[in-house]
Structures are given as C-alpha cells and as structure tokens.
C-alpha cells in the first residue's frame, strides 16, 4: 500500500513541475534580465536557468560539424597548395642551376678541346713550312753547286792562252750556264728532243741536230738561234728534276721497260720528272751517285726494271730475268711470271714498306702522280686495291695498278696460295692479281671517275686536265704531247 501511495505523490510531482515549465515557457519575455535576483530562487529557479538553453536538434550539429569539416578541408588545402608551390619553385631552382652549371662545363670544355685543336693545327703548319723551306733551300744549294762545277768545267774547257804582254785589252772567256728545270730554256730543250726532232728532223736543216743528239747540243743550237732565253751551255751532265717535297699519301711506283721506244719514255720521264718520276715519298736523305758527281743525285721514289742494265740520267734500271711474255686467253700480253718475279723483289725489299700505296704503271701509261694522290688518300692504311675500269665488267687494268701497303702485305704472305689456285700462265698480270687478291680477302675499291683514261675503256681524251692516267702513248713523242697537252 505504502508503495502505490509513493507512487501517486510522484505523479502529482511531476505534474506540478511540468505546468511550471510550461508556464516559464509562456512568459519568457516576461523574465527578469537577471536571473539571480529574481524572487523565488530556488529550485525552482535552478530549474528555470536550466530551461533558458532552446532544444537543439541532431541535423542542426550535422550541419555544424559539416561547415566546420568544409573550413578546415579549404583551409588545408589552401596551405598544402601554397606549400606544394615553394616546393616545386625550389625544385625548379635546383634543376635550373643544375643545367646551367653543367652548360657552363660543357662550353669550357667545348673551348678547351677548340684551343688544344687550334694549337696542333698551327704547329703542323708551321712544321709544313718549315719543311718546305728546308727542301726548297736544299734543291736550290744543289742546283748552285752543280751549276758552279757546270761553270767551272766550261770555263776550264774554253779557257785560252794569256794575251800577250802588248795586248790593250782581252776579250774575257764566254759566260755559260746549263739550263735547269723550270727554266724556259730547259723547257725548250726536253720539247726539241722529244717531240721537233722525232717528228720533224728535216726542219733543222744542217744544224747537224738529229734524234741521237744529247741536250747539250740542242741548247747549244738554241743558244747559237736566240731562242728560248737559252744561253751557252756548260759541260758536265745535263740536269735533271729533283725530287718533288715530301706529300701525303706517300707513293711508291715502278714500272717494267724492255729496250727501244718503252725506254724512251723511262728517259724523258726521267728528264721531265713526269709519270712515275714524279711520285714522292721520303726515305732520308738523298742517295748519291757519288761525292764528285753531285748532278746524278737521286732518291728512291721509284724503280724502273728491265733485262738491260741502263743508266738513266744517273739511275740504274734494276735486273729481273727476261721481260718476255706470251699472249693470254683474252688476247694481251700473258706476263704474270714477269711481274710475279718483280713483286716478290720489291715485296723482299725494305723500300716498299715506307710508303701508303705502291702503284705499277706501264712505260706507255702518263700517269699524274699529284692526281692519284688526291684519289686514293681516304683509303690510306686500308686493305684494299683499285678499280679502275667498268665498261665490260668491273676490272683493274693493268696501265695503272693501284694497291694500299696493307694488300701488298697479304700478297707477300699469301702468294702462294695464288700461284696454285689460278691459271696465272694464261692470264695477264692485272688480272692474276685482281682475282688473287679478292681471293685473299683484300678489298676492291671501284674508282671510275677520272682515274686511268684508257683507249681500250673510257678513251683517250689528253684534253681531260684532270685525269689521273691516259694510256696507251707508246710513241715517245706522242707521250709528251699528250702529257703536255693535260698539264
């Protein structure tokens, strides 16, 4: 019982509490500002302060909380942005210095590497000059010293008795003086000798010139007619070109000449210094005849071999056996023996191996030695050989043969595999030693824009003035019209 009544007394409670709440509610505008000084602060009071807090609903807190997410989302974001910024600008700084500071090294080393080739172009020049003025001040203390012993002896041959002691005055002993190359008058004399007296003899009337007579003698005459600024001559040996200056690529050349017109031409080429006398190299210095006969100089730039030993003009030809040789299955001259035993003399020599290209050229071939240079120099130091004619097939022909020192060594190693695999009996030289080569492993380098002007392939045009070769001139005079004619 007691507990029902308990019960009752709380409901009433409740009640009473409520209405007051409620009435509270109603006359809010009707509270006092403060509170704490309002009658009746008890309980009741406390209870009224509590109620000055409206409700608050669970969407308006969702609300706020998602305003403040939002806020503090931008304001993060904006502080990750600015950051990122700096970040990214100072990385840029860094790349920005990196690749200057590394433009910057590869300028200098540019500049160095520029400088350094600056300096070793200047010195090979000055090493070119001066090695020019050197062979240049050598040709000419030559050249002056044969032509004082020249001088000498013609003085000493036309030297006449002391006057007599009554004698007013005596006529002092006629000067002479020996044309050299490069003068007109040496000009004058090798045109004479090699062209006016083998196609006209009779125009010279009783000069008692003939095609047998020396230089000495056409110089005299030309003196005697005042033509060509040519003066008496002296004695001694009539002289020859000297070895042009060292060039590159240095060549080696030879040729093979039996007696009659083949050695003709050895002896103009040799007075003229043309075809293969004037390819150059350097070995040293020159070699001497002797100390006495200082016009016979010579250095080793060529050879000329024969089965007759000849002094031409102060060199010796070189002996081989026999220069005979058959015909070949293609119709020319089958002489591969001949050349087979020339080759393996040059090959066993020590004179071959100090030049960059080793050329044969035919007595009857006028060949330009500054020409060939210009052609084969991008293939110095290569093993290879040369074309040089394709109008039937792509061929060597044998006027000028062409070869680089590293192909001449694999054929000097190697010959003999040649010599038992290929019918060299039958065949000319030029083509026993393309196919002998190809067959070693040498390579053929096809070279047909104006290397050897052959009648035989592209024709012999002596007009052409830039042609390496022209063949075949197996007439003396009919080379050296033709030589000149190109120059």
């Given at each position: 019982m007691a507990n029902v009544k308990d019960l009752e007394v709380s409901e009433r409670e409740s009640s009473d509490v409520?209405?007051?709440?409620?009435?509270?509610?109603?006359?809010?505008?009707?509270?006092?500002?403060?509170?704490?000084?309002?009658?009746?602060?008890?309980?009741?009071?406390?209870?009224?302060?509590?109620?000055?807090?409206?409700?608050?609903?669970?969407?308006?807190?969702?609300?706020?909380?998602?305003?403040?997410?939002?806020?503090?989302?931008?304001?993060?974001?904006?502080?990750?942005?600015?950051?990122?910024?700096?970040?990214?600008?100072?990385?840029?700084?860094?790349?920005?210095?990196?690749?200057?500071?590394?433009?910057?090294?590869?300028?200098?080393?540019?500049?160095?590497?520029?400088?350094?080739?600056?300096?070793?172009?200047?010195?090979?020049?000055?090493?070119?000059?001066?090695h020019a003025k050197e062979v240049a001040a050598k040709n000419k203390a030559i050249?002056?010293?044969?032509?004082?012993k020249n001088h000498a002896k013609g003085s000493a041959g036309s030297a006449?008795?002391?006057?007599?002691?009554?004698?007013?005055?005596?006529?002092?002993?006629?000067?002479?003086?020996?044309?050299?190359?490069?003068?007109?008058?040496y000009g004058s004399v090798l045109w004479h000798k090699w062209?006016?007296?083998?196609?006209?003899?009779?125009?010279?009337?009783?000069?008692?010139?003939?095609?047998?007579?020396?230089?000495?003698?056409?110089?005299?005459?030309?003196?005697?007619?005042?033509?060509?600024?040519?003066?008496?001559?002296?004695?001694?040996?009539?002289?020859?070109?000297?070895?042009?200056?060292?060039?590159?690529?240095?060549?080696?050349?030879?040729?093979?000449?039996?007696?009659?017109?083949?050695?003709?031409?050895?002896?103009?080429?040799?007075?003229?210094?043309?075809?293969?006398?004037?390819?150059?190299?350097?070995?040293?210095?020159?070699?001497?005849?002797?100390?006495?006969?200082?016009?016979?100089?010579?250095?080793?730039l060529f050879d000329v071999y024969s089965d007759q030993s000849i002094n031409i003009d102060g060199y010796m030809t070189k002996l081989i056996p026999s220069t005979t040789a058959g015909v070949s299955v293609d119709g020319w001259a089958?002489?591969?023996?001949?050349?087979?035993?020339?080759?393996?003399?040059?090959?066993?020599?020590?004179?071959?191996?100090?030049?960059?290209?080793?050329?044969?050229?035919?007595?009857?071939?006028?060949l330009f030695a500054d020409r060939l240079r210009w052609h084969v120099q991008s293939h110095t130091g290569q093993n290879v050989f040369f074309l040089n004619c394709a109008v039937h097939a792509p061929a060597m022909y044998g006027a000028v043969e062409v070869f680089s020192k590293s192909s001449m060594g694999s054929y000097k190693a190697q010959h003999a595999r040649c010599q038992s695999s290929l019918p060299f009996w039958a065949w000319g030289e030029d083509r026993f030693m393309q196919e002998c080569l190809k067959m070693l492993g040498v390579v053929p380098i096809s070279d047909y824009t104006n290397n050897v002007r052959d009648a035989r392939c592209w024709g012999s045009d002596c007009g052409n003035k830039g042609a390496v070769a022209f063949h075949p001139f197996k007439a003396v005079n009919s080379w050296y019209r033709c030589y000149l004619a190109s120059s």
């Amino acid at each position: 019982m007691a507990n029902v009544k308990d019960l009752e007394v709380s409901e009433r409670e409740s009640s009473d509490v409520g209405s007051s709440m409620a009435l509270l509610a109603v006359r809010e505008d009707t509270w006092p500002e403060n509170l704490s000084e309002a009658p009746g602060s008890g309980p009741v009071a406390v209870m009224n302060s509590r109620s000055l807090f409206k409700p608050v609903t669970l969407f308006q807190v969702g609300a706020l909380l998602a305003l403040v997410g939002i806020v503090v989302v931008v304001v993060y974001g904006r502080v990750a942005s600015v950051a990122g910024a700096a970040h990214s600008q100072d990385i840029g700084h860094r790349l920005n210095a990196d690749a200057l500071a590394d433009a910057r090294a590869k300028a200098a080393a540019a500049e160095a590497a520029a400088a350094a080739l600056n300096a070793k172009n200047a010195r090979i020049a000055a090493e070119a000059k001066k090695h020019a003025k050197e062979v240049a001040a050598k040709n000419k203390a030559i050249a002056a010293k044969a032509a004082a012993k020249n001088h000498a002896k013609g003085s000493a041959g036309s030297a006449s008795p002391a006057p007599a002691a009554h004698a007013n005055s005596s006529a002092a002993a006629p000067e002479c003086h020996t044309a050299n190359p490069g003068e007109p008058c040496y000009g004058s004399v090798l045109w004479h000798k090699w062209i006016g007296l083998v196609e006209s003899p009779q125009t010279y009337g009783d000069s008692g010139l003939s095609r047998e007579s020396n230089r000495h003698a056409i110089q005299e005459w030309l003196w005697k007619t005042k033509q060509s600024q040519c003066q008496k001559p002296c004695g001694g040996a009539y002289p020859v070109p000297t070895a042009a200056p060292k060039a590159s690529p240095l060549l080696y050349c030879f040729s093979v000449a039996r007696g009659g017109p083949e050695m003709d031409s050895m002896f103009m080429q040799r007075q003229s210094g043309t075809g293969i006398f004037g390819c150059n190299g350097f070995l040293g210095e020159p070699l001497m005849a002797s100390e006495e006969n200082m016009e016979n100089i010579i250095v080793v730039l060529f050879d000329v071999y024969s089965d007759q030993s000849i002094n031409i003009d102060g060199y010796m030809t070189k002996l081989i056996p026999s220069t005979t040789a058959g015909v070949s299955v293609d119709g020319w001259a089958a002489n591969s023996q001949v050349f087979m035993k020339t080759w393996m003399d040059i090959l066993y020599g020590n004179i071959w191996y100090n030049y960059d290209f080793i050329a044969k050229v035919d007595p009857d071939a006028i060949l330009f030695a500054d020409r060939l240079r210009w052609h084969v120099q991008s293939h110095t130091g290569q093993n290879v050989f040369f074309l040089n004619c394709a109008v039937h097939a792509p061929a060597m022909y044998g006027a000028v043969e062409v070869f680089s020192k590293s192909s001449m060594g694999s054929y000097k190693a190697q010959h003999a595999r040649c010599q038992s695999s290929l019918p060299f009996w039958a065949w000319g030289e030029d083509r026993f030693m393309q196919e002998c080569l190809k067959m070693l492993g040498v390579v053929p380098i096809s070279d047909y824009t104006n290397n050897v002007r052959d009648a035989r392939c592209w024709g012999s045009d002596c007009g052409n003035k830039g042609a390496v070769a022209f063949h075949p001139f197996k007439a003396v005079n009919s080379w050296y019209r033709c030589y000149l004619a190109s120059s």
